[in-house]
């Protein structure tokens, strides 16, 4: 099993730019979420979803979008890319509660 | 709101030593209260405590849980190099009674284990 994929690896994005993280699991599992990194700072949460067609903003949603149309896959869409977006960015998903998350690998973005 | 509050931050060892971090936190509604150890890339799991005073082990590592008191520990004994890394501590909470847990996290402890 692939478990989380996260695409891309590395990006750097100049101000004002957009793009989409993308987020794809095959574990069948109903939770997906979205945190970010930064140094000295721990995770925080962005944004999550617990099944199709259902998501909801965690701690940081703000300049971020997210969907939800499969199970699978639950990009991440930046609209207008600013230099406090420079982060690390994982996906990550569960069965529910008391189950562990399951992390990709991450997504390190760089806004100039 | 959630809080999570790890220390020390940083930990610098040598091989052989016995390390001891530390988790306090406030949440509403608590369910579990997780350790990751995070590398160069992703988060790994580690352990999951929902009682108070049982200890989990997996080989050097261990940690027990103090719902009275809001805190956990996590042990290294005999560190070696491979465990140098950030170990990361994550309290679920649920809010207002919906059916799924939120996950907040610290700050992480940064452990350096020397040769």
């Known amino acids: 099993n692939a478990g989380v994929t996260q695409t891309p690896k590395f990006r750097i994005l100049k101000i004002g730019q957009s793009m989409t993280l993308q987020c794809t699991q095959d574990?069948?599992?109903?939770?997906m979420y979205w945190y970010r990194q930064d140094p000295g700072m721990g995770l925080k949460l962005i944004y999550y979803?617990?099944?199709?067609?259902?998501?909801d903003k965690g701690e940081v949603p703000n300049g971020y979008n997210v969907s939800r149309s499969t199970t699978e896959d639950f990009p991440l869409r930046l609209e207008l890319a600013a230099p406090s977006q420079t982060s690390v960015y994982f996906c990550?998903?569960?069965?529910?509660?008391?189950?562990?998350?399951?992390f990709g690998n991450g997504t390190r973005l760089t806004v100039t | 709101e959630d809080k999570v509050v790890q220390s020390p931050l940083s930990l610098v060892v040598h091989e052989g030593d016995t390390v001891t971090l530390n988790c306090s936190y406030e949440?509403?509604?608590?369910?579990?209260l997780l350790w990751y150890k995070q590398e160069k890339k992703a988060p790994t799991f580690l352990f999951m405590l929902?009682?108070?005073?049982i200890e989990k082990k997996s080989g050097r590592l261990s940690s027990i849980l103090d719902k009275k008191e809001l805190f956990s520990i996590l042990n290294i004994t005999a560190t070696q190099t491979g465990d140098s890394a950030i170990y990361l501590c994550?309290?679920?909470?649920?809010?207002?009674?919906?059916?799924?847990?939120?996950?907040?996290f610290g700050q992480g402890t940064i452990l350096t284990v020397h040769p």
């Open positions: 994550a309290v679920e909470g649920s809010a207002g009674g919906t059916s799924y847990g939120k996950l907040t």
């Open positions: 979803s617990v099944g199709a067609g259902i998501t």
């Open positions: 574990m069948n599992h109903n939770y």
């Open positions: 949440v509403t509604n608590f369910r579990s």
């Open positions: 990550a998903s569960n069965r529910g509660d008391y189950s562990p998350l399951h």
């Open positions: 929902t009682s108070s005073g």
